[in-house]
């Protein structure tokens, strides 16, 4: 293969790639349809996390802006660290024109596989639109 058969390989192989993050992007960030709220319907999306450890006490930090905290359901089941709920559009924005929506709407999940031990889930509290879960250590 000639030098210059491989340039275009490479970038024939760029483009594809970034086109299929493309679509990936927007088929997260689609609004949800059909079944709304509820721990049945199928989660349409997984919000960003950070998991940080101390000697105490694990502290996951994740990226809910605009979700309302009343509707946030935490819990361990397994080992597993389960952060569930929806995001709604407010019901006087649901007949606005939308020029843009990247903030993804529906019902999300996360699971994080966590740390061998025993924790106890802290009260999760909101602050700057991220949802604070402390997960102390028990000896």
Same mark, same amino acid.
């Given at each position: 293969? /000639?030098?210059? !058969?491989?340039?275009?390989?490479?970038?024939?192989? =760029?483009?594809?790639?970034?086109?299929?993050?493309?679509?990936?992007? &927007?088929?997260?960030?689609?609004?949800?349809?059909?079944?709304?709220?509820?721990? $049945?319907?199928? #989660?349409?999306?997984?919000?960003?996390?950070?998991?940080?450890?101390? !000697?105490?006490?694990? &502290?996951?930090?994740?990226?809910? #802006?605009?979700? !309302?905290?009343?509707?946030?359901?935490?819990?361990?089941?397994?080992?597993?660290?389960?952060? =569930?709920?929806?995001?709604?559009?407010? #019901?006087?924005?649901?007949?606005? $024109?939308?020029?843009?929506?990247?903030?993804?709407?529906?019902?999300?999940?996360?699971?994080?596989?966590?740390? /061998?031990?025993?924790?106890?889930?802290?009260?999760?509290?909101?602050?700057?639109?991220?949802?604070?879960?402390?997960? &102390? /250590?028990?000896?």
């Amino acid at each position: 293969m /000639k030098n210059r !058969d491989l340039k275009a390989w490479m970038w024939s192989d =760029a483009v594809e790639m970034l086109a299929r993050a493309e679509r990936m992007h &927007r088929d997260l960030f689609r609004p949800a349809s059909g079944a709304a709220g509820g721990r $049945t319907a199928t #989660p349409q999306w997984e919000p960003p996390v950070d998991v940080l450890e101390t !000697d105490h006490e694990l &502290r996951v930090l994740a990226a809910l #802006p605009g979700v !309302d905290p009343d509707h946030i359901q935490v819990s361990i089941v397994g080992g597993v660290l389960i952060i =569930a709920g929806q995001r709604v559009l407010p #019901p006087e924005l649901r007949t606005a $024109t939308i020029h843009r929506l990247e903030l993804p709407q529906g019902r999300f999940e996360r699971q994080l596989q966590l740390p /061998k031990g025993r924790y106890e889930v802290g009260r999760p509290t909101v602050d700057h639109g991220c949802l604070l879960v402390v997960l &102390r /250590k028990l000896v």
